[in-house]
């Protein structure tokens, strides 16, 4: 558990780091330096293992179930990697300390720096690799947190989001590949992908595989042609700079490389993708950091050029090339994160990074620049130092690589150019800032920094001698068992020495220094021919090229679709529904006319049919004319009902009828406060295509309905007629369906009701409408609102409709009634009483809200169905029985009466609620309610 | 009869679906309606169509005709009421609210057109 | 039969009662009210767990309402399915209601009521065996969304309500002819019965079958807003009030819900004219819907709108993993569904923070004055865009993983790794836009808005921690969708315990 521990602390240390940063800046740095500390001491006791040759593997359960479990591993390269990163880490850490200003904050900084150290970490120590590649994503989203620090500045801003675009794009290909190396290798554990290398390089699926993981290694190491989000990067913190660019962002990538060495290398698909992507960074990189005015721009493409080494040395696939590109990879981190502070140092007291305002700080700092100038020759490549021994041993394996491919020679020419590259722009480094003549007007005069801040690069500068002078008895030990874990074999041989003999290597090695002068001789003429054409080259243009263009085809495209018209959305709609409908009868396997026979026509239906299809016609034909319109749709409805009496169904007929009443009452109110008359369309094309797409849908339903009503079927109808009255206690089985077998539906059913009262009452409470005072003809309207006759006769007839409502109400369970319709009469009584009176006259002489009508009724339909738990019934269990009572004689008490009243009450409230909340929207004018009070 | 109640159900399903494609609300809330009339028939004559045997039982009765679909048709006729009666009101809110009758609150809907 | 028999009903039961009392109390102080709709919400929270545990061993608890045997009467079944739908409900809910308690609730009238109404028709929906009484329990969750969304007025929102309410109500007349066709033919209404005679239909009757059944289908794409029919959802959820945007982020799932239920017993038969009906038609609508969502979020100006794609993208990823027809893929799904409904909600409420925060810029992504308390809501957005962007380390990642890992074994894995890969890296983009747009390219003077107030921030968090919950329960979590998906996938089970002995 050691190993998860490990990881996870510094991501407790993150929330840790920001607490503990409120009280006090330099709290949060030692508070830090414990979490990395701790890191450091958990490993600590694990060391032996590896050069003791044993890789220990940790596992928790995770995902069991998909093979994905937390499963850590040390071995020689993850410890490696593992101590680059809490070792740099701790540097960073105390170096940050003094470079950051007071208005950084400083919880932020650490806290996210925690994040990616504990990002790293789980890199290098996993042994799953989806889980690996968890903790790569990581990186991307931490290290977003970090470039982006400086958040009000723009370049860091955009930095950021580029780094996060073009490594998140190589993290989903590497989703990608490493879902296809499980998928050929069943396991996504190390151990088992490295078991089965062979098989794997074998697959079909190997090409497609390499290519999705060299996606997500070549983003991150920043190859060719994804090496351009590196130098935007650089708007980062420079502490941040020094770490993500020295030992681990960039690095996570080349470690992949490494770990994945024995399983996908020794092809020659993995020969050239690798190494020339590689050698093309390594020249491009090299050489743009010759003409790099910005001391950190020029670091960033050296790095580049460098990780390009350690790519190519890989891509090489020869066992002594990989064991140089894991000591370059040591080497590198050592020299390019001091240059790193060092360049942060110079930045921090001279106020500037341009080479060309920078001149002659040696006698400002000497300190400084000694360390510095040390660390540049290891760049470089010098003697004596650690950059010189790696480099060595590239040259030697680009040699003997050659030997065995045609123009072989080619390889070694370019390398050695690349070489005096960097041999150029580390003495420009050297020379341009420390000496050169004197400082241009430089924001403040520069001077030794404190002296904590130039600890960290003292460290790192001792690395690079001691190793660069004695690697035997430094490096060697580690260097062995991080090569042996990396090769998974036996390694090959080799010695770390200075004198290899006057050999090519040694010959290249001066060739590059040689050339490297005299490139650095010329390099006025030079910057200026590369100036002529240095905008050329910015891959930014295409990226941004691409981003841009993908916002404006998201635009296009959901501006194209999502109008927000709700007519093209019905439109869609309909068009689904018809293509969903049709498709089945394309194969025109099964006829569209069934073998039931039918009833004969008859002239009464006919003539009714004839009057239905004329008066939806017209109500097509007169939308315009609004009330026209409305009136005949009644007539539509009056049909319909005839047509449920006509096809015995009473039940529907009445209450079809009692709906359409207060449909059209509501109707009309509400035509009362929208324009009478309709815009007509502009455009006849639209016409045509609703018309068409009208008739389409029409034939679609009657075809349906023809397919149906010609086909016989059995229906579980039979259950509901034999039980109604033995088991519901009712011979109008409709009724009983509705408040006992399918009591739940009416339940359903009145809900929806109340919803749309209480929907309609919410919605009324801020709407105010004024009636117009005149017709669209500009004739005034009628003044005497409520005719006297009428108003009388209306209020003799409410009792009388109420009685016909009670008297439906307690039938229904056994004849054509029954709540709904009961209380859509009593509604419309009262409704007329609005109407004929007024709501004023109305409102005197009853509950204005009806509201607690729809609370009873919901309260007593579902209290009823829930009474039956009492007797051990499920809910709505429905119980009758009996009664004699004098003088009343023999009746029937079904509980369902009382879900029926229930249902009557909800009704009647809702309706109510309803229609009078929007006959009291009438605000009528001054002149009428004059005349209003003359009616009374 | 069977392909008159089709041809009645296919002339409101159409009137009801012209209606619902016009661009002010008026004429959609009519559409709506005439397409709950044409899902009543509809799901109505799905017991198939039978005269003069109404399913109130009795012993004078020798068949009743299929009950369900008739429940099922109140159910749906309450609900499209409920449902209508909301549109009517949000149709009003919506003109209040946006100025216009028009359903997507436009004043010309040159710039709306799909 | 014991109150513990009653336990499929409670979830309906009891939202309802509570409506009612609500309703009843509808003059009593705010208080009360809210007391009386928190107290009935997070019951729902036990009553979910009790459905979970009884049905967790493969049962499935048939309820006879009106103790009417199926398939005459209605049934309710409470089955591994629903029980996870009605966890996952109640979870959302309870963070959305204590969220809508910062005074969305005094927006206008009868929140409270409207809210647990809607509770009764979500979860009526999801337990109910019967097809018409499928429809009544849309028809409930819609009205009582309806009023929901509207919930405080204002001109977009009222045009927006207009929309939804205009084409749901065309969606509901189709749900009635599709649902009519199939009793016309078949004679019966109860799920179950339906597969059962389904399997058993001559072959002249199949057309006809199939094509109800598919309108059917067009019925439940729109309410899970499904490529084309989804251009109602980012008008509705970008404009309405934040907590009701984070309880409808359950509501597209409930579609989601209703095909697989309905098509893994219609479709899910060896035999029959319906066998693997929808195979031709979800997958590639799903994956189209994934895409589209994303490039909506892309073109969004604003982050509630943002938000409201991105639930359309997550319909996208849940109905790719129906659509693939595979168990895997399907638990990835289920795991997947969580998930995406938590960040979700958890960004619209968060977008509603950010907008009061930044006070005149609102949720648009342009400049603004830095909001009070950035850090801490920067976090916050951070950790929510991770999740929705489904982003290691969270559960997102966890369910995309799964079901590229059960995509690999069939036959369209090319597109689904294609287009699930491309629109993740597109969201992971979008969203770093969102935020570096929203809290890096603020000008100064910082925003003199109030600060968000930790009642605000709280139910983000809380959904989050559940995030987190999935993430590091993912073993557990996950093998119980595999059960779910197991039992989904054998539908015969279902229909015996349906049945019982009438077949």
């Not at chain 1, 919880?107 to 120590?125: K, T």
Request: glycine share 10%; with cysteine.
């Amino acid at each position: 558990m050691t190993l998860l521990l490990a990881v996870l602390l510094p991501f407790a240390g993150a929330a840790l780091v920001a607490w503990v940063a409120r009280s006090g800046r330099s709290r949060a740095a030692w508070a830090a330096g414990a979490v990395t500390l701790g890191s450091i001491l958990l490993l600590a006791p694990l060391l032996p293992l590896p050069f003791a040759g044993t890789t220990l593997v940790q596992q928790v359960d995770w995902m069991p179930a998909l093979g994905l479990h937390l499963a850590f591993r040390l071995d020689g390269l993850a410890l490696l990697f593992a101590g680059l990163i809490l070792g740099i880490g701790l540097l960073i850490v105390l170096y940050a300390r003094y470079y950051l200003s007071e208005r950084d904050s400083m919880g932020r900084f650490y806290a996210s720096l925690m994040l990616f150290m504990g990002s790293m970490l789980g890199i290098v120590l996993s042994e799953n690799l989806i889980q690996l590649l968890i903790f790569w994503e990581l990186t991307s989203l931490s290290s977003f947190l970090l470039i982006s620090y400086w958040q009000h500045r723009e370049e860091a801003r955009n930095g950021a989001r580029m780094a996060l675009a073009v490594t998140g794009l190589g993290g989903f290909a590497m989703l990608g590949g490493f879902l296809l190396l499980g998928y050929i290798v069943g396991s996504y554990e190390l151990s088992d992908v490295f078991a089965s290398a062979d098989h794997i390089r074998a697959h079909p699926l190997y090409v497609p595989t390499l290519t999705l993981i060299l996606l997500g290694v070549f983003t991150k190491s920043a190859q060719f042609p994804f090496h351009f989000w590196l130098p935007h990067a650089m708007a980062a913190p420079t502490p941040v700079s020094a770490y993500l660019h020295s030992a681990t962002m960039v690095k996570a990538g080349v470690f992949l490389l490494a770990r994945l060495y024995p399983v996908l290398s020794g092809t020659p698909e993995w020969f050239w993708l690798v190494s020339s992507a590689g050698l093309a960074t390594l020249l491009l990189g090299a050489y743009t950091a010759l003409f790099k005015h910005d001391l950190k721009g020029l670091l960033a493409y050296s790095t580049i050029s460098h990780l390009g080494l350690i790519t190519l040395l890989f891509g090489l696939s020869t066992p002594l090339a990989a064991v140089a590109g894991v000591f370059h990879i040591i080497n590198h981190a050592t020299f390019k994160a001091s240059l790193f502070m060092a360049a942060g140092i110079i930045d921090h007291e001279a106020g500037t990074r341009d080479m060309r305002r920078l001149n002659g700080l040696w006698k400002f700092m000497p300190y400084t620049a000694t360390l510095a100038m040390v660390a540049a020759s290891a760049m470089a490549g010098v003697p004596l130092l650690n950059g010189f021994l790696s480099k060595e041993m590239f040259f030697a394996e680009a040699v003997h690589i050659s030997q065995e491919h045609v123009a072989g020679w080619l390889l070694p020419a370019l390398v050695t150019l690349a070489g005096a590259f960097a041999v150029a722009y580390s003495i420009r480094f050297i020379h341009d800032v420390f000496f050169n003549g004197e400082p241009v007007d430089l924001p403040r005069t520069p001077h030794e920094p404190p002296r904590w801040m130039k600890v960290p690069v003292e460290i790192l500068v001792m690395l690079c001698l001691v190793v660069g002078t004695a690697p035997a008895l430094t490096v060697a030990p580690l260097l062995a068992v991080a090569a042996e874990s990396t090769l998974q074999t036996a390694l090959p041989e080799y010695h770390l020495a200075l004198w290899h003999g006057f050999n090519t290597a040694l010959v290249m090695s001066l060739v590059a220094l040689a050339m490297g002068v005299l490139i650095y001789l010329v390099r006025r003429p030079l910057t200026a021919w590369h100036e002529s054409g240095a905008n050329r080259i910015d891959a930014r243009i295409p990226y941004n090229a691409l981003l841009n263009g993908f916002f404006a085809l998201s635009r296009f495209v959901t501006r194209r679709i999502d109008t927000g018209s709700l007519q093209r959305q019905v439109l869609f709609f309909l068009l689904a529904a018809l293509a969903l409908g049709v498709a089945p009868w394309l194969a025109g396997e099964s006829p569209l006319t069934g073998k039931r026979p039918g009833l004969p026509p008859d002239t009464v239906s006919l003539s009714a049919a004839a009057a239905l299809m004329l008066a939806t016609i017209a109500t097509v034909w007169w939308r315009d004319r609004r009330f026209t319109a409305l009136i005949v749709i009644g007539v539509v409805g009056l049909v319909v009902s005839l047509t449920f009496v006509k096809f015995s169904a009473p039940d529907l007929a009445l209450t079809q009828l009692s709906v359409e009443i207060v449909t059209i009452i509501l109707l009309l109110l509400a035509l009362f406060f929208l324009p009478q008359r309709g815009e007509p369309e502009p455009r006849r094309s639209r016409l045509w295509r609703d018309g068409f797409l009208a008739l389409a849908a029409g034939t679609g339903t009657a075809a349906l309905a023809w397919a149906v009503l010609t086909r016989p079927y059995e229906t579980i109808a039979g259950y509901f007629l034999e039980n109604s009255k033995p088991g519901g206690g009712g011979t109008n089985v409709v009724n009983v369906i509705l408040v006992d077998f399918r009591g739940y539906d009416t339940l359903g059913e009145i809900t929806v009701l109340a919803l749309a009262g209480l929907g309609i009452f919410a919605m009324l409470q801020t709407l105010i409408l004024t009636a117009p005072s005149r017709d669209t003809a500009g004739r005034a309207w009628n003044a005497d609102a409520h005719p006297v006759i009428m108003a009388t006769l209306t209020r003799l007839l409410l009792p009388l409709a109420l009685l016909v409502a009670v008297f439906i109400l307690l039938r229904g369970h056994n004849q054509p009634g029954g709540g709904f319709i009961a209380g859509l009469i009593t509604a419309v009584a009262l409704i007329v009483q609005y109407l004929a009176n007024g709501a004023a006259w109305t409102h005197q002489r009853m509950a204005s809200d009806s509201q607690p009508l729809i609370a009873w009724g919901l309260g007593i339909a579902t209290f009823t169905g829930l009474a039956s738990w009492a007797f051990g019934h499920p809910f709505l269990t429905s119980t009758f029985g009996y009664q004699h009572w004098p003088v009343v004689g023999k009746f029937e008490l079904a509980s369902a009466m009382a879900f029926d009243l229930g249902v009557f009450l909800v009704v009647v409230g809702a309706t109510l609620m309803i229609l009078t909340g929007l006959g009291g929207l009438h605000r009528p004018e001054p002149r009428q309610a004059a005349a209003r009070q003359e009616a009374h | 009869m069977e392909a008159l109640i089709a041809l009645v159900i296919g002339v409101l399903t159409a009137g009801g679906v012209f209606l619902a494609l016009r661009a002010q609300t008026f004429p959609v809330v009519l559409g709506l309606t005439l397409l709950s009339y044409a899902v009543n028939l509809f799901l109505f004559v799905m017991g198939r169509l039978a005269v003069g045997v109404p399913p109130v039982i009795s012993d004078a009765a020798t068949a009743y005709t299929d009950p369900l679909p008739q429940a099922l048709v109140l159910t749906a006729i309450v609900i499209s009421f409920g449902m209508t009666a909301f549109v009517i009101v949000l149709a009003l809110k919506a003109r209040a609210e946006l100025g216009n009758d028009h359903v997507d609150g436009l004043e010309d809907e040159e710039d709306r057109s799909s | 039969m014991t109150l513990a028999g009653h336990l499929p009903i409670l979830p309906v039961v009891l939202p309802l009662v509570a409506g009612i009392v609500l309703l009843a109390l509808r003059r009593v102080p705010t208080g009360v009210q809210r007391g009386v709709g928190l107290v009935a919400t997070f019951a729902l929270l036990p009553v979910a767990g009790g459905l979970l545990q009884a049905t967790g061993d493969g049962t499935h608890l048939v309820y006879l309402l009106g103790n009417w045997e199926a398939p005459y009467g209605i049934v309710l079944v409470a089955d591994r399915l629903a029980a996870w739908m009605l966890l996952v409900t109640a979870l959302v809910a309870v963070f959305a209601l204590l969220y809508a308690l910062n005074g969305t609730d005094t927006e206008g009238r009868h929140f409270h009521v409207l809210f647990q109404l809607q509770l009764f028709g979500l979860n009526g929906a999801f337990l109910t065996g019967d097809l018409f009484n499928l429809f009544v329990f849309f028809e409930i969750l819609l009205l009582a969304s309806y009023g929901l969304l509207l919930h405080g007025g204002g001109r977009l929102r009222v045009k927006a309500g207009l929309h939804y309410v205009v084409i749901n109500l065309v969606g509901s007349t189709l749900f009635l002819f599709a649902v009519g066709t199939l009793y016309g033919v078949t004679g019966t209404l109860n799920m179950a019965d339906l597969a059962v005679k389904f399997a058993a239909t001559p072959p002249e009757n199949a057309a006809l079958l199939q094509s109800a059944a598919l309108l059917l289908f067009g019925v439940f794409a729109l309410k899970a807003a499904l490529v084309p029919l989804y251009l109602w959802l980012p008008a509705a959820y970008g404009h309405t009030s934040a907590p009701v945007a984070a309880l409808f982020a359950i509501m597209t799932k409930v579609g989601a819900y209703s095909i697989l239920r309905v098509y893994s017993l219609f479709a899910g038969m060896d035999s029959g004219p319906l066998a693997g009906l929808l195979d031709a038609w979800l997958l590639p609508l799903a994956l189209a819907t994934l895409a589209l969502g994303v490039l909506g979020a892309a073109a969004s100006s604003g982050l509630r709108q943002q938000a409201a794609y991105f639930v359309v993208a997550s319909v996208g990823t849940l109905l790719t993993a129906v659509g693939l027809g595979d168990a895997d893929a399907l638990a990835a799904g289920l795991y997947y569904l969580p998930h995406s409904t938590f960040a979700t909600a958890a960004l619209f409420l968060l977008a509603d923070s950010i907008a009061r925060g930044r006070g005149e810029p609102g949720d648009r992504f342009e400049p603004g004055p830095a909001m009070p308390r950035a850090p801490l809501v920067g976090s916050l957005f951070f950790v929510t865009a991770i999740a929705v962007a489904g982003m290691p380390p969270l559960s997102g990642f966890l369910a995309k993983f799964m079901l590229l890992r059960a995509a690999l074994d069939t036959s369209t894995a090319g597109w689904v790794l294609a287009v699930v890969l491309a629109t993740g890296l597109l969201g992971v983009i979008v969203l770093a836009r969102s935020g570096s747009l929203l809290f890096y390219r603020t000008h100064t003077p910082q925003s003199t808005m109030p600060v968000p107030s930790l009642a605000a921030l709280m139910p983000v968090v809380a959904l989050l921690v559940l995030v987190l919950g999935l993430t590091v329960a993912a073993g557990p979590t996950t093998e119980y969708t595999a059960a779910i998906a197991a039992q989904v996938s054998a539908p015969q089970a279902y229909i015996e315990a349906v049945l019982g002995g009438a077949r």
